[in-house]
């Protein structure tokens, strides 16, 4: 849920006793696809952000955190990562981070609202500017049908959804998770967007995403990031498995490539899996579930 | 800077352009000490919390963060610690901490505001219950003044101020540091406030912080937590030493000891060293200048 209130702040309720207010320049794009409600706004802190359905999906400012722990942890892994299938994703982000990698040979990206890619086309080239790279294959259409029906084999599979309510729902139920299972290559890794564990409403969703995920994929692990305008600032990704253990891979390697990170090291890969004992009292008893 | 809009919720400026908002069920202490405006609210979302200045200092709902994180990690490093200094820490949760520890023998808590300890033990006994264990001596004056003219030594020094600004401003101090860095016994090792690195505001304090404490110590290092009601959820304790690495600590005597934690863990330990790129540089480059 969002609010402008004497039309100079955007506020999104974390819950309905806790928001968070941004100071907006201008709301520009006010509209609603064929799936959500679509906003787009400039402000002074954060720069372009987007909203979905009211909520916060980027800022200028801050998505580098996001995408860059959604991307480069994996790929430090699974460093021979070929092909690869991002599901969501429309503001770009995940592919400008991937094709940075030159063993990357194809994406193809699920985006089922292809108006969010357009208005990010337009609006944010920060994010969306390499949606135009020749190895990225873009499909609008509905992610769940795609990997039901999917026969290829992916090395690495990134779920970059929104929260699981409305479009994103489905991307966080467990015949979806055992679709992609089916779909990773030996050594594959899937990452997906995990929510966060503070918030009541935001932890039930975590346990419930890693309850299911954890009765597909031996492997599967949490770890975490400091995200500044999601709820409560603490954001997880899952990483899931058949074989890889996330904190076995060559951090040499991946710091002979010479990318320039802001957020992600190999020190920080290493860290981030090192959960607060609340967070991993909760996971614990979701996997009992 | 705070405001409660139309009586009902509390907004925390990050910012001039951004905002937290904690809807409130009541403002019930709304005074000034001798140094600064208090506030204390009952609210929905994190139970009572109180302010210092308009800033949240603790909320009922994730003090344990804060005061796990600034405690239990010194504690495993030093884990012989018999004699603590607390500077600030009005609110008893680092006393309530320390006291959990059979080997410390005494705390010396240096609190220039007697109205805050008051306060809180009448309305926060959540923190500040232990503030009458025997081995807890008050001293109701300027941490300033207290270690410049203090002879004895500690071996752990707890920095739990407020931001730079106003009455904590001085806590922040290269003499400050320097005082407290003759204060500290063989193997001693100090811990403080360190500000946050997102907003620019607060990341200035963070390298400024670095810049004075680098000079003055030869371990000195940043450890990172996530803290829900603190600006962008992201917030950095310092540690500081002669000669103590922060990661070399006995992790099986620790859990030997039985403490249960929320938040603090011996694996989180490890990790919570491990510091974003943006972050790592801002720290050296204030280092450097």
Redesign the interface.
């Known amino acids: 849920m969002a609010e402008i209130l004497k039309n100079d ?1 955007f ?1 999104e309720y974390f ?9 907006i320049k201008d709301h520009f794009i006010d509209t609603r696809s064929e799936f959500q409600k679509i906003d787009f706004y400039d ?4 720069g372009r952000f987007f909203t979905l359905d009211g909520f916060i999906m980027l800022t200028e400012r ?1 998505e580098f ?1 996001y995408h860059e722990m959604l991307v480069h942890l994996p790929m430090a892994v699974n460093a021979d990562a070929k092909n690869v299938l991002i599901i969501g994703g429309g503001d770009g982000g995940a592919v400008r981070e991937l094709v940075r990698y030159p063993g990357v040979r194809h994406i193809d990206m699920v985006e089922i609202d292809r108006m969010v890619v357009d208005l990010c086309r337009e609006y944010l080239p920060q994010t969306a500017s390499k949606l135009g790279d020749p190895r990225v294959s873009l499909h609008f259409c509905d992610g769940i049908a795609f990997v039901r029906e999917a026969q290829e084999k992916y090395d690495l599979i990134l779920i970059d959804s929104t929260d699981p309510v409305g479009v994103g729902e489905g991307l966080f139920s467990q015949a979806f998770y055992e679709d992609c299972a089916r779909l990773l290559a030996p050594g594959g890794v899937m990452v997906n967007q995990h929510e966060s564990p ?2 009541e409403g935001d932890a039930v969703e975590m346990e419930r995403a890693h309850k299911k995920l954890s009765s597909v994929f031996p492997v599967c692990r949490v770890y ?1 990031f ?3 305008t999601y709820a ?3 954001w997880l990704f899952g990483f899931a498995s058949q074989d890889r253990d996330p904190l076995v891979f060559d951090a040499a390697a991946w710091n002979a490539l010479g990318l320039h ?5 190999t ?12 967070v ?1 009292r909760r996971l614990g008893k979701a996997r009992e579930k």
């Not at 819950?15 to 100071?23: D, L, R, S, V």
């Not at 990170?261 to 090291?265: A, L, P």
């Not at 020190?267 to 609340?278: I, Q, S």
């Open positions: 702040w506020y819950t309905g006793n806790a928001k968070f207010g941004i100071k402000s002074y802190e954060y801050d955190i503070y918030y975490q400091h995200m500044p409560s600032g603490h990170t802001d957020y992600y090291n020190e920080l890969h290493r860290g981030c899996f090192a959960l607060p004992n609340y991993l």
